[in-house]
């Protein structure tokens, strides 16, 4: 069934592959975006008719609240993601992250659907074992993970919402982010061909961005049987520690080195393996895999030498 969907920050990194997924299943879809890093992602479906975009502010209930009510289904994309970035600018980030989603949630009615990504950061270090499952106590560190927690609690409120706790996000996209994990590494193996590793023993889980837009889908047309759950999305088979990932990313590029240093701390402090048999066991599967990844960004970075793609 096609529904009027509104993406808030659709033209970020997971919305320029989502919106377009969006309008080829027959949706009918809405971007509201401030276009904070004047991309122009979208303008390769701005021919749909069934696509319109708005440039405006999610903090801002004048706009919000005529788009949010010809929507019966709302992905807010729009949020300062990332740890480095919400340090930067803690007023902006509290604004965008925490803010807005309570203006948000304020002005929908209970039959709208809702679907939002979180992160899987909100673990911190997962159980004594390092493991999470969507039951896992959540111990989040840094200023962007325990916004993002708070938020959760508050959507999951919704009667019609869906959560996911996204692990950390890779793979090409035309509003790129170059600071990912996997992208970032990528890149440095690409162009400076090595890379200083700290805390290279920390495990964390991945998931591609095409695969993110997938889960999206899936939720939509399982809405009915998912919603009022939180589920983790990533690659069962990619829980593997920065140390691996520059393995997994030498067997692509045999010229890459890296070194590891005591000096340097990941400010989510994230080690953990996650599961993700929640959201399997409703039929998802991913089809990308971390080696897929890999291969894709050394493709874009041949094309792509340019530090404007991330987000700090």
């Given at each position: 069934m096609p529904h009027h969907i509104l993406v808030t920050g659709g033209a970020g990194y997971i919305g320029s592959i989502l919106v377009p997924e969006l309008?080829?299943?027959?949706?009918?879809?809405?971007?509201?975006?401030?276009?904070?890093y004047k991309q122009n992602s979208l303008a390769h479906v701005c021919a749909n008719p069934h696509f319109s975009v708005v440039r405006g502010d999610i903090r801002s209930e004048e706009t919000m609240r005529p788009l949010l009510?010809?929507?019966?289904?709302?992905?807010?994309?729009?949020?300062?993601?990332?740890?480095?970035l919400c340090a930067r600018d803690p007023i902006g980030a509290t604004s965008t992250n925490r803010d807005a989603v309570f203006l948000l949630l304020k002005l929908v009615s209970k039959q709208q659907m809702l679907l939002m990504p979180t992160t899987n950061s909100a673990y911190g270090k997962g159980d004594e074992n390092n493991y999470c499952t969507e039951a896992s106590p959540l111990n989040p560190i840094s200023h962007y993970a325990i916004e993002k927690v708070e938020v959760e609690k508050a959507f999951m409120q919704h009667p019609g919402a869906i959560s996911f706790r996204l692990a950390t996000v890779f793979g090409m996209s035309p509003r790129m982010r170059t600071d990912l994990l996997v992208n970032d590494f990528v890149y440095r193996a690409v162009h400076d061909r090595f890379v200083v590793l700290f805390e290279g023993h920390f495990k964390r889980n991945y998931i591609h961005v095409r695969d993110v837009s997938a889960a999206f889908l899936h939720a939509i047309a399982q809405h009915s049987s998912m919603r009022g759950q939180v589920y983790n999305v990533g690659l069962s088979d990619a829980n593997v520690s920065k140390r691996e990932l520059c393995e997994r990313i030498q067997k692509h590029l045999p010229s890459f080195v890296f070194l590891e240093a005591p000096l340097g701390a990941d400010p989510d402090q994230r080690d953990y393996i996650v599961s993700n048999a929640k959201i399997e066991a409703t039929g998802f599967r991913p089809r990308f895999s971390l080696d897929l990844g890999i291969e894709e960004l050394v493709k874009g970075y041949t094309m792509l030498k340019n530090t404007l793609y991330g987000n700090v």
């Amino acid at each position: 069934m096609p529904h009027h969907i509104l993406v808030t920050g659709g033209a970020g990194y997971i919305g320029s592959i989502l919106v377009p997924e969006l309008l080829a299943a027959g949706h009918t879809v809405t971007v509201l975006d401030n276009f904070l890093y004047k991309q122009n992602s979208l303008a390769h479906v701005c021919a749909n008719p069934h696509f319109s975009v708005v440039r405006g502010d999610i903090r801002s209930e004048e706009t919000m609240r005529p788009l949010l009510a010809k929507a019966d289904l709302i992905i807010p994309l729009a949020a300062l993601v990332g740890a480095p970035l919400c340090a930067r600018d803690p007023i902006g980030a509290t604004s965008t992250n925490r803010d807005a989603v309570f203006l948000l949630l304020k002005l929908v009615s209970k039959q709208q659907m809702l679907l939002m990504p979180t992160t899987n950061s909100a673990y911190g270090k997962g159980d004594e074992n390092n493991y999470c499952t969507e039951a896992s106590p959540l111990n989040p560190i840094s200023h962007y993970a325990i916004e993002k927690v708070e938020v959760e609690k508050a959507f999951m409120q919704h009667p019609g919402a869906i959560s996911f706790r996204l692990a950390t996000v890779f793979g090409m996209s035309p509003r790129m982010r170059t600071d990912l994990l996997v992208n970032d590494f990528v890149y440095r193996a690409v162009h400076d061909r090595f890379v200083v590793l700290f805390e290279g023993h920390f495990k964390r889980n991945y998931i591609h961005v095409r695969d993110v837009s997938a889960a999206f889908l899936h939720a939509i047309a399982q809405h009915s049987s998912m919603r009022g759950q939180v589920y983790n999305v990533g690659l069962s088979d990619a829980n593997v520690s920065k140390r691996e990932l520059c393995e997994r990313i030498q067997k692509h590029l045999p010229s890459f080195v890296f070194l590891e240093a005591p000096l340097g701390a990941d400010p989510d402090q994230r080690d953990y393996i996650v599961s993700n048999a929640k959201i399997e066991a409703t039929g998802f599967r991913p089809r990308f895999s971390l080696d897929l990844g890999i291969e894709e960004l050394v493709k874009g970075y041949t094309m792509l030498k340019n530090t404007l793609y991330g987000n700090v």
